[in-house]
T-cell receptor, first 112, second 112 residues
């Protein structure tokens, strides 16, 4: 009964490929997020959806396309992967961001 | 960009010692949160502080929100090896942007 679950946990792929990461939450939260954590452990927001509607898009390349089929799911599709996309990607959800997020356990993406 | 600077970046101490981690910004936040992240996992929320000057205690951890709601500190008394991890502060923005900005992180190692 994991609250926020992401799949896969690890993803190793070649440059130029297209890949997807899936995220699901069973907390009934209205808002979901994608964050990228770089090698220095800095967490930077990429996208946020509220009830399936995109509300935050933080200057992320067009190769990244989030999709939210319903408020419990937020997937991330990445086209034409580049070496610089290697990072850990975290999905999170909240009912009110002022009271905190619940994070998934992350997806470590390695582009070779 | 509203940055949250944490200090120190790294801290290696022995079991039983006390420590304080600082989180500073020039911006005002509607709330401030502290998370702990362990290797291979997502950040886990420890506490949220909302009111300027607020102090919260969680067993051996004491959290304080600055009077002006721009900074915070985390004090650990009698550190234990189980306290080892990456500590992240996060500020909730005022206004309509429903997101958190995360601090630069403090990596704590507690040895026997």
């Amino acid at each position: 009964d994991t609250a926020v679950s992401q799949t896969p946990k690890y993803l190793v792929t070649q440059m130029g490929n297209d890949k997807s990461i899936k995220c699901e939450q069973n907390l009934g939260h209205d808002t979901m997020y994608w964050y990228k954590q770089d090698s220095k452990k800095f967490l930077k927001i990429m996208f946020s959806y509220n009830n399936k509607e995109l509300i935050i898009n933080e200057t992320v390349p067009n190769r990244f396309s989030p999709k939210s089929p319903d408020k419990a799911h937020l997937n991330l599709h990445i086209n034409s992967l580049e070496l610089g996309d290697s990072a850990v990607y975290f999905c999170a959800s909240s009912q009110d961001h002022r009271w905190g997020y619940t994070f998934g356990s992350g997806t470590r993406l390695t582009v070779v | 960009t509203q940055l949250l600077e944490q200090s120190p970046q790294f801290l290696s101490i022995q079991e039983g010692e006390n420590l304080t981690v600082y989180c500073n910004s020039s911006s005002v936040f509607s709330s401030l949160q502290w998370y702990r992240q362990e290797p291979g996992e997502g950040p886990v929320l420890l506490v949220t502080v909302v009111t300027g000057g607020e102090v919260k205690k969680l067993k051996r951890l004491t959290f304080q929100f600055g009077d002006a709601r721009k900074d915070s500190s985390l004090h650990i008394t009698a550190a234990q090896p189980g306290d080892t991890g990456l500590y992240l502060c996060a500020g909730a923005h005022t206004g309509t942007a429903s997101k958190l900005t995360f601090g630069t992180g403090t990596r704590l190692q507690v040895t026997l």
